[in-house]
């Protein structure tokens, strides 16, 4: 993962720097702002590989972005993107479709190769992920791809699906290899191709897509009812707007089942919990986490850690 922000040059120069270097250089834009507004300029970004794609995360004062033909003609991507708006909101236009506004938590798609300008709509300014994923690596190779001028998602129903996948990609670009990276470059891309109506939802590929983002969703899903001694595949599959049967095949296709998931995250976040409150009682987290009893907490910590939890609170303690 890669890590850059305008602290790395001096005040004068870095609206200079990330326009020519930064905006041009590395992603292939024109970036724009008033010479009376550049000294206040900051700007951030972070860049990871995950299976064939690039995922970007960006912050930036407010200023304004173009890729013209002259910028595509220097600097060409033939890839889709696929844009996470996390903060504020966005502007696009210039476009042969109309303009329009993304707002935050919302996505959007393109393809690299269409002219469009684009700019924050507050004065807080970008924050937003990319995926820019290559035609060339993706599992279909419609040449209606190459067409796609930037466009919101509409079909609601994919929110919550792509919002799972970029999380889950997040996490895979910071542990670089992460096996199922492939996987959800993929799933996200065909979503966004699915919005598009590129792709069946039916389909093999769409079928696919739809899987691998369910069972990240699923996943979410289960980290946030983790404190529900009760917490039960019904209820998971109730959120995620699935059968029961439909969310267990889900987890065959996974490395771990279900209840070997819930467990397993529940432990994790008892480890977590000792080690940033180590004079909470165990009890107390034992419940916080939803065990159903003190005694099942300490039975299958040991039997995954080979120790007590009050053994894994005193190393932890030592280790700081």
């Known amino acids: ?15 200079d720097y990330w326009r020519e270097v930064r905006a041009k250089g590395l992603f292939g834009v024109t970036a724009e702002l008033e010479r009376e507004q550049r000294a206040d300029f900051y700007g951030e970004f972070s860049l990871g590989q995950v299976g064939n794609a690039a995922l970007v995360e960006l912050k930036a004062s407010p200023y304004a972005v173009e890729r013209s033909q002259s910028d595509i003609g220097h600097a060409p991507g033939d890839s889709i993107c696929v844009y996470q708006q996390l903060g504020g909101g966005g ?8 303009d329009f506004a993304i707002a935050n938590g919302s996505f959007a798609t ?13 004065v807080s300014g970008f924050h937003l992920r990319i995926l820019k994923i290559p035609v060339s690596g993706l599992a279909t190779q419609d040449r209606r791809m190459r067409e796609l001028a930037p466009k919101p998602f509409n079909d609601p129903a994919l929110h919550a699906l792509l919002d799972a996948g970029f999380a889950d990609l997040g996490e895979a670009a910071a542990n670089e290899g992460a096996a199922d990276a492939v996987a ?7 979503l966004a191709l699915i919005e598009r109506g590129l792709t069946r939802p039916g389909s093999r590929r769409g079928q696919a897509a739809l899987r691998t983002a369910r069972l990240s969703l699923a996943r979410r899903l289960i980290g946030r009812h983790l404190h529900d001694p009760d917490l039960a595949p019904s209820r998971v599959a109730d959120l995620l707007g699935v059968s029961v049967r439909h969310l267990h095949m889900l987890f ?24 940033e409150a180590p004079d909470r009682l165990i009890a107390d987290i034992a419940a916080a ?9 300490y039975r299958v910590f040991n ?14 303690a030592r280790a700081r």
């Open 1 to 15: 993962m890669y890590r850059w922000c305008t602290d790395e040059v001096e005040p004068h120069d870095r609206f």
């Open 91 to 98: 502007w696009f236009g210039g476009m042969r479709a109309s």
């Open 110 to 122: 393109s393809h690299t190769d269409l002219p469009y300008r684009t700019r924050p709509l507050g």
């Open 184 to 190: 959800l470059v993929q799933a996200l891309g065909h």
């Open 252 to 275: 065959e296709l996974a490395e771990r089942s279900f209840s070997q998931t819930v467990t397993e995250e529940r432990l994790k976040k008892s480890r977590h919990l000792m080690r």
């Open 289 to 297: 986490c939803g065990f159903e009893s003190l005694a099942t907490y």
């Open 303 to 316: 039997a995954a850690y080979g120790m007590a939890p009050g053994d894994f609170r005193e190393q932890a």
